[in-house]
């Protein structure tokens, strides 16, 4: 029985995430996405938006659960009994910045650990920020975040 | 006919941006300098002077203009029939970001192509911020810019 | 009036080939396939063999021809009145070899100039040496190199 | 139930292999240590010494099991049913190469896995080759690799 | 007689920077820590805590002292008769940065050279940053910083 | 006093290395540049060349040594009493290899500090197996490698 918690800002959920969730629901029994405030950005869509808009497209999942969390992550492990972290990898440099969290977060609780998974090649170029500022400029996001996350991205942008 | 973009933020110019420039302009037939606002970071000149001051360095270059724009990227290609963006490479870090662009702006506009040029190894260490850096702290830039970016550099710091 | 020089060992050429000389194709108006010998490895097709297969996998684009070369590759530019070398680029392994290559071939003769165009990122994982790898271990290669390229690789295996 | 491959040439096991697969046995329900020819290099140790030594290092964990294969390694997995492949990241060197094999083994056979652990890093400069060239000039292995394999290493390197 | 520099922001110092430090301090005969504002980031630790916690923590090092310096680092080196600058290495990322200001240094004076140690693994994942935000977090960093930095970190994240 | 050691295959000595060798014999009271046999490729030079031409394209340098040595490279740090191995960095690539030798040389013998120099940026592509290259197909090496190396390189691929 394994338990995972997917974490990240999600602000806001892309195809990329999506990805790395419907795989890591058919590896592990449940999978907890675990959203993170961001203290360094100013996020768009508030904690509650994210949480939302993660339920919608991730509905079809069954053993996949959305909340939130700011405290130190590898705590939440524990008080969850979650074994495993995900992450999902891009590029050369979420390598180097994922390597440094994954051993920082073994010294803070050797009971954790996280695990891996490859994005697929297709949404290697994806990332929540570069499809905020597409949708920003009016460029069309189709295809790169799911239908419900296009909708609130476009009516975002018209209130600003 | 070739007509190319070279977008960036160029605050300031530098001589690595003038090398790419100029050997953009032996290979397109035209090339438009295209100045971004620059969202992220506060400036240290306007648009307009970042505009004029590369009007005056690259005026030896009969098709190289400059313009701004504030928009989608590949919408500008567009209007402006461009087929190409140049973008100039230094490294590893550079790469992997460009990448990450040249791909988003593929699935924005499959018309425009993404072309990157190598930085001359002489120019490799030189980007605006660590010009500015430099010349912040009242070091010598000269070889690193242009004269009057130089002169307008020394001029900006004195003020500050 | 571009000239374009794409070399390469080519052995067997990929889709993630065909994807550069088709861009390539469009942006210069003569592309001249490269063919080179590949002195380190020991090749699994003949040079004739690879400049067959590529004439016959390249028909389509009238401006693409295919050549063999074994000298200096800027010499050889040179003699073809060639002003620019394509290299496509998928990995940050990749930069750092060809941005090697590419400072070693301007101090050999500045008047040629290597430009980079990215591969798609669905051909980012495919290379010549891993496709002869799985059609060795008898994989399905299907969409990853043209149809006449996988008949010559599956014979060739055959009568390994 | 999840059925594991941790693949690779073992030539020999070192600790840091024996770190991954140490916590791919509490993540999963079985590991399979799989054992590559290795045909590009001309291996130290035969398949069978190294099947061997990985039997006697591992016997403490009972759900990790040995053997060798020498085909298409998700045909292997198919075949074991097993849905998930185990890799060990220490560089980015490693990232890259295990990229492109994790993609291209995606495209061959979609009900495989393929997860990444990472090194701890008191290994991340362990190497199989690294140690047998410290071995041969007759450094200390202690603590590279188990008592079994610096016995195995010593009594190689005497030989010839 | 070499006298070094070693620079930073060591916001706060970490065991990672000792390490190097210590290492410094038997290959040049005097080692001069210079704390740096780092205008780009609002620091936890105010200059003068930075530098009394430095003091404590490398009071066993006779031939390692502690200053602060905000302009051109070259220049300092010329005032203190200082031939090298030390830095140490962690990363792929680091080392594009670093390498980008050792360039920029030899340009800005050919006098003072760059030397680059290697962090010892066990703390290629520490940072000051990843320091801080455990301890905002309430994560026992015993083992990461010094005793009194683990105090004056604790007692930091308490008054806010 | 600080000896170093600079080990390499040096097959030939360039630019490069003679630029480390320049720096590194300001900073440290003697080095030893140390020809390592280089075993997995077979050199164009013999040993005994190599030595003589490092030893000619250094005479100016008074207190740069030069032997070889074919053992365990901190066992000669020993012998020599030298406390320091110097190395120089150019590439991304570089620096994980070198990472690697440095933490697994600090592994063998705590007392031997590696210490890493950056190349020049106009160095940054040359190497001996580049520069062999070259020379192999015709082109020109001058500025790449001193003088008596250049005709030594010429001299070599007449006969072959």
């Known amino acids: 029985m394994i338990k995972a918690l997917y974490p990240g800002s999600f602000d ?13 629901s058919t590896l ?3 999978v907890l996405v675990t959203v993170l405030p961001n203290l360094s950005k100013s996020p768009l869509f508030s904690l509650e938006e994210r949480v939302k808009m993660i339920e919608t497209v991730t509905e079809e999942f069954p053993n996949v659960f959305v909340t939130t969390y700011s405290g130190l992550l590898v705590n939440f492990a524990n008080e ?4 495993v972290i995900i992450k999902g990898l891009r590029a050369v440099s979420d390598f180097e910045y994922e390597f440094q969290m ?4 073994r010294k803070l609780n050797t009971n954790v650990e996280t695990i891996f998974l490859m994005t697929q090649s297709k949404n290697s170029f994806l990332s929540s920020s570069l499809v905020k500022e597409v949708a920003r400029l009016e460029g069309c996001i189709k295809g790169l975040v799911p239908g419900p996350v296009e909708e609130a991205l476009i009516k975002k942008f018209q209130h600003k």
């Open 80 to 83: 969850q009994n979650a074994q």
């Open 102 to 105: 994954a051993l920082m977060n």
């Open 12 to 24: 806001p959920i892309t195809n990329g995430h999506i990805d790395i969730i419907q795989r890591a």
């Open 28 to 30: 592990c029994n449940e």
